[in-house]
């Protein structure tokens, strides 16, 4: 069989389309009457609907044209995961009990505008999982299956699809994933390797960063069946999780410095890769939103308790320091290798996630931070926990209040 | 909580008036400008003095001093920065933030040196008297230990929306002043000290006044939220005048 056959003789391949939705964009930002909404024909949005209304038939049928052996299901449970808003996890094993899983997940490509800094009313037409910057925290074991619905609501402007850095083939899922608006699709993939990983849009060329850069991005955390442990092989527990997604943004701004506003997701394309090309962000921030996890957001936890913090930073490196406190356990890479111990700072590298684990020993306010404090402080890196417990002077006391001094 | 200690800053330029300028105010001879000065400038105040605990009064300006009010100021090259109200929006009246403390010298500077009128900021004791009817009850600290002071006043609730919003959106007061809630914080001239400082020593940080205690870096113009700074920091920093002579000048 030709494998390039079909793409020959079918005139709307998944690759023209992508092309074609990439120049309409382009060309609608430019003010090209032509291209007014609706940028797709109504043949589109039907075409779409048969494809969602007959998702199994289609799988059946590709499974038939293939040399490959199918999938070995047996001796999997199916289980629903119910993904919640970052910066939370969702109900979660540390430990797997029972045979492998295969974990069914729902995600919706949704378009939505956020404020990004109320201050200067800098916002974004945010492109998401499930509405939230960063996408939500999935959770398995080394060894489970993820079964992903990813749905892209009709009224979105855009194509998206995943690329999971935890998977193994078809550009990470990306390839298989492509929905356009008023499609699903449905990806199943095996976690074969134990760690952090970082999860993206990746819609084709000049598309991925800009889907990146507009907070379409997450990590899924690919726990050990037998859970987390220290290099002396000591069972690691953690309490609770907070997960932070480091997003830079790069906002296009007018002649007088201003963040424009934009009336729908897609009308920025062309002043956005303006803006990211400068590869300097406006905006690096955790959780979609300067101040996001601080204030109101920040969050919380109790001396003696132990939160293991993931750290999702899709596209730009990061070194994440607690102030007022340490990283224990460290893993930066996977969770089969030994992890750092009693680190002050630790490194998440671009496209990366990575977890440390933390007991707090005194109470007060703690600043999570990317320790480019220029970063932190200017640009929104920023959160805060509020742990409460009894002061410890044995570790740190104010011996002399300040007092005049000669010096 | 260290005490409030209240001075008059040494290094703030104020305010010599010559006895000129005085003769020329008190005679409200308007056509006499022998420095330009354009009693436009003049910042509206409000007729009922605001009268302290132990008496003593003084009159406070009704608004925080506008982008329109500041950029006269720039107009006439005495303060270097040039404001905007914020983007989309034409309008002058709205509050005139992003500023310093040396910045708002500049202006009162300029102000009463055209003016020939004596206009200072409120120390924090007046701010407070201006503002105790309109301000949301302090809550109670968060942590209560002496080492935790710092944390202490952190706020994880009732938090002030951050957006600016244009002159008089929030609330008056009895005496007719208006907006010392809301978002910005007014500069005041009060040093930052713990008890018993060393007299002579610099001033590095004042008290602002606004929903919640804040003291601030005389140099900082936007109080960015992140790093060590754990408090809650102040949305905006802009300033209102007040004056120890009634109203009308």
Redesign the interface.
């Known amino acids: 069989m030709n494998r390039f056959g079909k793409s020959i003789d079918t005139p709307t391949s998944r690759r023209n389309v992508l092309r074609g939705s990439v120049l309409a964009g382009a060309a609608a930002v430019t003010g090209a009457g032509a291209f007014a909404m609706p940028r797709r024909a109504p043949l589109r949005t039907a075409r779409a609907d048969a494809a969602s209304a007959h998702l199994h038939k289609v799988a059946e049928q590709m499974t038939a044209e293939s040399d490959a052996k199918p999938a070995d299901l047996s001796g999997y449970t199916r289980v629903r995961q119910e993904l919640v808003a970052p910066p939370f996890a969702p109900e979660h094993e540390q430990v797997a009990t029972g045979g492998p899983k295969i974990v069914e997940i729902t995600m919706d490509t949704t378009e939505r505008l956020m404020m990004v800094d109320e201050d200067t009313g800098a916002s974004i037409w945010a492109l998401t999982y499930n509405g939230s910057v960063p996408g939500p925290l999935i959770i398995c074991h080394e060894g489970d299956m993820v079964e992903l619905t990813l749905r892209n609501p009709a009224d979105s402007m855009m194509e998206h699809n995943i690329d999971f850095h935890a998977s193994t083939g078809a550009l990470g899922g990306g390839g298989l994933t492509h929905v356009y608006p008023g499609e699903e699709v449905v990806l199943r993939w095996k976690a074969t390797k134990a760690g952090c990983f970082t999860y993206h849009c990746a819609p084709g060329g000049a598309m991925i960063p800009y889907h990146v850069c507009h907070g379409m991005n997450g990590a899924i955390m690919v726990l050990p069946r037998d859970g987390l442990k220290d290099a002396a092989g000591n069972p690691l527990r953690y309490d609770s999780i907070a997960y932070f997604g480091e997003q830079d943004y790069y906002l296009p701004r007018d002649e007088n410095g201003d963040y424009r506003f934009y009336e729908a997701a897609g009308d920025d394309y062309a002043d956005s890769l303006d803006a990211m090309a400068t590869l300097v962000p406006t905006h690096q921030v955790f959780n979609g939103a300067v101040g996001a996890l601080t204030g109101d957001g920040a969050l919380k936890a109790k001396v003696g308790e132990t939160v293991l913090m993931v750290h999702n930073s899709c596209n730009v490196d990061s070194r994440p320091h607690l102030i007022g406190g340490h990283g224990d356990y460290v893993w930066e890479t996977s969770f089969t290798d030994p992890p750092l111990t009693n680190m002050e700072t630790w490194f998440v590298r671009g496209g990366c996630a990575a977890a440390a684990m933390y007991t707090f020993e005194q109470p007060g306010v703690y600043a999570y931070v990317n320790h480019n404090l220029i970063i932190a402080a200017l640009k929104g890196a920023t959160a805060h926990f509020v742990v409460d417990g009894q002061w410890n002077n044995d570790l740190m006391e104010q011996v002399v209040a300040p007092r005049p001094t000669e010096a | 909580m260290?005490t409030a200690t209240s001075f008059r800053l040494a290094w703030l330029p104020v305010i010599g008036v010559s006895g000129l300028a005085v003769a020329v105010a008190f005679l409200g001879v308007a056509a006499l400008r022998p420095w330009g000065a354009d009693m436009t400038d003049l910042p509206s105040m409000t007729p009922r003095p605001v009268v302290m605990s132990d008496g003593s009064a003084f009159y406070a300006q009704i608004h925080e001093v506008t982008t329109g009010e500041w950029n006269r100021c720039a107009d006439a090259g005495a303060c270097k920065l040039r404001l905007?109200p914020?983007?989309?929006q034409t309008d002058t009246s709205w509050p005139a933030t992003g500023l310093s403390l040396i910045d708002v010298t500049e202006y009162l500077k300029w102000l009463n040196e055209t003016s020939g009128h004596e206009f200072r900021l409120p120390t924090r004791a007046e701010w407070r008297r201006m503002a105790a009817d309109v301000l949301p009850d302090a809550p109670d600290p968060?942590?209560t230990?002496?080492?935790?002071t710092?944390?202490s006043s952190?706020?994880?609730?009732g938090?002030v929306?951050?957006?600016?919003r244009p002159s008089g959106s929030w609330s008056e007061s009895p005496e007719g002043v208006v907006d010392l809630d809301g978002n910005v914080w007014e500069w005041t001239q009060d040093c930052f000290r713990?008890?018993?400082?060393?007299r002579g020593?610099r001033c590095a940080a004042y008290h602002v006044g606004g929903e919640h205690d804040a003291v601030i870096p005389y140099l900082v113009r936007?109080p960015?939220?992140?790093?060590?700074?754990?408090g809650?920091p102040p949305?905006?920093l802009g300033f209102r005048l007040v004056s120890d002579d009634p109203p009308p000048f």
């Open positions: 260290p905007r914020p983007s989309g968060i942590f230990d002496p080492n935790l710092w944390a952190y706020l994880v609730e938090l929306d951050r957006r600016l713990g008890e018993g400082f060393a020593a936007d960015a939220r992140g790093g060590c700074a754990v809650s949305a905006h």
